[in-house]
T-cell receptor, first 119, second 111 residues
């Protein structure tokens, strides 16, 4: 286990369904991220949350809706998806500040991902 | 605009040969990270480089950050079958804007 747990591991959903992906980190990190990985466009950043506030959207379609209720949990709510949204969805966490509160980049810890298939 | 290219896209080597992947930026980077993703797996953090001209080693892996902080490389000496996977560079432009990943280099090892 990486310290970042994603559920479910696999998900098949119809285009009219509503589903949610869950991510939980046990590393004490203060930032969490959603990435999309597909064969055509490897590792696209979707959303960034730092101290539970969204700081990056990256022009993601509104059919993807993130939620970060606290620093340990991150959700990705899905509705009316398209077949081209089929991909591996990866959650990651990291520290993004020093002990004095200044921004600093640290390594990311990824979960194992949710393999999403939209039919 | 800001561009970072990772090359090559694919690299076939015989087991025991060396391997190198490169990331080249059109602008100065504040830092660069490297990740490995095994087939069917998820990216795993290898290292972060911050200083101009920095060189770091992890067993058979050598990481370099160019003097101008526009280029970086990952070199593997005497590849083994366990090295198979995709190697990504990743970078941020500062602040809390998240990491952008290169397209990756797929390492294929022929025994």
């Amino acid at each position: 286990e990486t310290g970042v747990t994603q559920t479910p591991r696999h998900l098949v959903m119809g285009m009219t369904n509503k589903k949610s992906l869950k991510c939980e980190q046990h590393l004490g990190h203060n930032a969490m991220y959603w990435y999309k990985q597909s064969a055509k466009k490897p590792l696209e950043l979707m959303f960034v949350y730092s101290l539970e506030e969204r700081v990056e959207n990256n022009s993601v379609p509104s059919r993807f809706s993130p939620e970060c209720p606290n620093s340990s949990h991150l959700f990705l709510h899905l509705h009316t998806l398209q077949p081209e949204d089929s991909a591996l969805y990866l959650c990651a966490s990291s520290q993004d500040r020093t002990s004095t509160g200044a921004h600093r980049t640290y390594g990311y810890t990824f979960g194992s991902g949710t393999r999403l298939t939209v039919v | 605009g800001q561009q970072v290219m990772q090359i090559p896209q694919y690299q076939h080597v015989q087991e025991g040969e060396d391997f190198t992947t490169y990331c080249n930026s059109s602008t100065t980077l504040s830092n660069i990270q490297w990740y490995k993703q095994r087939p069917g797996g998820h990216p795993v953090f290898l290292i972060q480089l911050v200083k101009s001209g920095e060189v770091k080693k992890q067993k058979r892996l050598t990481f370099q950050f160019g003097e101008a902080k526009k280029n970086s490389s990952l070199h593997i000496t005497a590849t083994q079958t366990t090295d198979v996977g995709t190697y990504f560079c990743a970078y941020s432009w500062g602040g809390a804007d998240g990491l952008t990943f290169g397209k990756g280099t797929h390492l294929i090892i022929q025994p």
